[in-house]
């Protein structure tokens, strides 16, 4: 079963997860058959390793992690690969794979900038 | 003349801001008549007042600030009014407004959702 997991940076306010958690309800309303767990690099939970075990007791087998980052910094490129090597060793029965940060696709762009014009 | 400022969090990574600089090439390919700047919270130039500065130099007499973040959290709600206001202050002749985050927008969401349906 494919699953995927929205990873986002976390926050101190409880508020700025909100929409994270819009987006886990927009998924859940569009794709039911394929499960969807959040994680946060830090301040916030689960981590990324409780959200691979959530998935894994639910018989995922395949899980992609899609990164809800603009830009591919220090995070992405440092912190994240060493969280994704750790769940490989963790789970190797899981095939595991991650995308790039959402930034990086032109429809999101797109999409705020559609925003921004809507705004003027 | 309307403008807007792409305000973005900033990240010791300079390829961090790619996304960013891809974000004004769409916005001066489809919207050339309203001048557009990047602005960053912290790590990165320009600052807000710098952008401010720029685009009141060009003219401009109603800035739109866009907050590219997320999540409104401790920055969008305590450090970016403050900003604000100091701009306010120095440039009584712009008339200012900034909208909610992008990550508040259904659409943007949405093509995040979209993103993740077609990795899988």
Chains 1, 2 share one sequence.
Request: glycine residues 8%; negative net charge; contains cysteine.
């Amino acid at each position: 079963m494919k699953a995927i997991i929205l990873f986002g940076h976390g926050a101190r306010d409880v508020r700025w997860r909100e929409p994270f958690d819009r987006l886990t309800g927009l998924w859940r309303e569009q794709h039911s058959s394929t499960p969807v767990e959040l994680a946060f690099l830090e301040m916030m939970q689960p981590t990324l390793d409780e959200a691979f075990a959530s998935l894994a007791s639910r018989g995922a087998t395949q899980i992609t992690v899609i990164p809800v980052f603009f830009g591919q910094g220090g995070h992405l490129r440092n912190d994240f690969p060493v969280l994704l090597a750790a769940c490989r060793e963790k789970y190797p029965q899981i095939a595991l794979s991650a995308t790039p940060a959402v930034g990086e696709d032109l429809a999101v762009l797109q999409s705020i900038v559609d925003f921004g014009a809507r705004a003027l």
